[in-house]
């Protein structure tokens, strides 16, 4: 199955984007050796999420910063599908849309953070996901994978882990990066724009310029 592109999600509301999630694709486009033709980790701007209140930013504005943000990055790009859906958005639907679309060989990545691993068991068809694809998760350093995991969960993690490589099978597998995350908050990230206070090195510059030239956030500045 190696001849197969791999695709990879990493979804979120980008409300807004900043360096911190382009550090984790990076990392997961590295790491996971996605470097062949066709490999893609695909940005997955959500529309209404079901476990969260509705983003600040439009969803228009929310996808035009992902776009600015990965232009130019190598193996990253957008996938837009979620983002305008005014109903919730579940995981299992969306990897079902793709899984059709991409066939049943091609290597599926899904990436989580490891607070999301621990509530995994509350997800529609959490089972479900895991024979869509595989789960990516992007841990805070120092931290226990399987501590807090429900039973269930955690006989799955210690059964199907494997170290960061080029994924060979389709689904059903577990992986961890070793890189840690990038403590850059965007509840953070909000305040500090909107209180015009420095930004500089926690957004990419054009996404920066996006939030100046259309007011979001209330009061951002260039700082």
Known sequence: ??????????????????????????ALRDELQLTWPGDQVRLLPTGQPPHRDTAQASPAERLAMCQLAVAGETGLAVDAREVFRTT???????????????????????????????????????????????????????????AGLYPDVADWVSKNQLPPSRPRLSHGKIYVLSAPPVTVSATDLRQRLALGEPTAGLLPDAVRRFIFDNGLYHGAGRN
């Not at 001849?3 to 999600?9: F, M, S, Y």
Request: hydrophobic content about 40%; overall charge negative.
């Open 88 to 146: 919730p958005c579940y995981t299992v639907d969306t990897l079902t849309e793709i899984r059709q679309e991409i066939g049943n060989e091609a290597p599926l990545l899904f990436l989580i953070g490891g607070d999301s691993l621990q509530q995994l068991h509350r997800w529609r068809d959490w089972q479900g996901i895991v024979r869509l694809a595989h789960l990516v998760v992007a841990q805070r350093p120092g931290s226990d994978l399987q």
């Open 1 to 26: 199955m190696g001849e197969h592109p791999v695709h990879a999600l990493f979804g979120g509301t980008f409300d807004p984007i900043h360096n911190g999630h382009l550090h984790i694709a990076r």
